[in-house]
């Protein structure tokens, strides 16, 4: 039915159901009017792109052009600045990328741009993406300065996807693009009340991301809804040469918005993480009335009380991801202009942050950093002992549990409420063990959200195999029509 109303809709020219599309300027200077208005509290946005008003009108062109264009066009997205685009630097929050200007867009960014999207700008993060320091304080950079919690200014936005989280949340975009190693899409939409998706790792390109871990990091959309999270993903996602991660994507890529259906969740076996609650007494409701709408649904829910041995994944992933930093940093580095940007290895930013200290290091240091310098490559023995671990006891593990179950996904509470900045004691997350295996096996991991506690937004986490982003999506997005849980912050 869904095929057939839109065929319906793409032939009849300048309807009703176009109406959305026909204003792309008028849209794009409402979010930028919202962000004078109110970003300078927040801090989400690093800077403006400067053209996004002549890519506004572009948009305005193709909507009078075209009866029904395509679904993004002109919707205002932000993307987060470890993404290389072009005409603003490209800094992963580091003064010593201040002058970094990418001669090309990343390919996620350029697949987005054919698909219609005006891009506004760039967010600020958690600068290096929260790799720098074991005490660093998310949400801050060197660059942008601390982003804040829209639901509560003096709470965290989390990270390392912080502005991008909290410009959405703040209505500052339509929608936003984070990148995630551990966390760092579910965590920031999670507490900022938004879907967030972090896709199998190979979905979609990396070629033009700072990157902490090949094994580990990818892009993935940040949203007000689980069908505008598809519709982005079906942009982004594909197989790129330069990443041979994605060598299987375009044959597991599709439209994800088609076929969404708000009885989806109807004769589903799904797994209940009881493993990953437990932490905090008023989200532990929240997730049990969460759990009281999927059985209304139809779903059919089983109890899983353990994951075997996860810990030892955990305890393995750090090794993986400080000697994949090393690599990784020197690769990005190489591709950048070295006329502007003095830095080539992790030991050059190492130096450079000691000799910036003041502007630098005055929050949280870079023990870190200094950590992944002493590693040794991608051949080190205890780098391919540690990844083994890793592979083995997420991976299989969740391969398992899905197995073993008969289930189709997993969830569970996404993590408890934000936390009060505090740069003396660092970030204090209350929970956060629902997405964990995923992000260490490349699984995906979709986070929608579940209600308030006390004013503050919490997640439901639906964990699926590799390449079932379709599954979660679907199940997800029924749960969302159902529940109606998002409630936006009042600023």
Known sequence: MRLIAL????????????????????????????????????????????????????????????????????????????????????????????????????????????????????????????????????????????????YDLGRSPCGSSSGSGAAVAAGLAWAAIGTETDGSITCPASVNGLVGLKPTVGLVPRTGVILISASQDTAGPMTTSVEDAADLLTAMAGSDPADPATKDADAHKRNYALGLSPDALKGQRIGVMRYAAGFHTETDAAFEAALKVLESQGAILVDIKEFPNRSEAGNSELTVLLTELKVGMADYLATTDPAKVQVRSLADVIAFNKAHAAEEMGLFGQDLFEQAEKTGG????????????????????????????????????????????????????????????????????????????????????????????????????????????????KL
Do not use: C
Request: net charge positive.
């Open 7 to 150: 065929a319906l809709i793409a032939a009849v020219p300048l309807t009703a159901a176009a109406a959305e599309y026909e204003r792309p300027l008028e849209s794009v200077k409402g979010y930028i009017a919202r962000a004078d208005a109110v970003d300078g509290k927040i801090g989400a946005i690093l800077r403006r792109d400067p053209t996004a008003l002549d890519q506004a009108k572009a948009a305005d062109r193709r909507s009078r052009m075209h009866g029904m264009p395509p679904r993004l066009n002109g919707r205002a997205i932000l993307i987060k600045d470890n993404i290389d685009v072009v005409g603003m630097p490209n800094t992963g929050g580091s003064l010593a990328l201040k002058d970094n200007f990418p001669r090309r867009d990343a390919p996620l960014v350029a697949r987005l741009r054919d698909a219609g999207v005006v891009i506004l700008g760039k967010t600020n993060l958690s600068e290096w993406a929260n790799i720098r320091s074991s005490d660093s304080v998310s949400g801050w950079s060197a660059v942008g300065g601390q982003t804040r919690n829209p």
């Open 378 to 489: 991608l051949k080190d023995p205890d780098y391919l002992k540690a990844k083994a671990t890793a592979d083995k006891v997420a991976r299989g593990g969740l391969d398992k549990l899905l197995a073993d179950n008969e289930v189709v996904a997993l969830v569970g509470p996404t993590l408890g409420p934000s936390w009060m900045i505090d740069p003396v004691l660092g970030d204090r997350y209350v929970g956060g063990g629902a997405g964990n295996a995923a992000a260490v096996a490349g699984y995906p991991h979709l986070t929608v959200p579940m209600g308030l506690v006390r004013g503050l937004p919490v997640g439901l986490s639906f964990v699926g195999p590799k390449w079932s982003e379709a599954t979660l999506l679907n199940l997800g997005y029924a749960y969302e029509q159902a529940s109606k849980a998002r409630m936006a912050p």
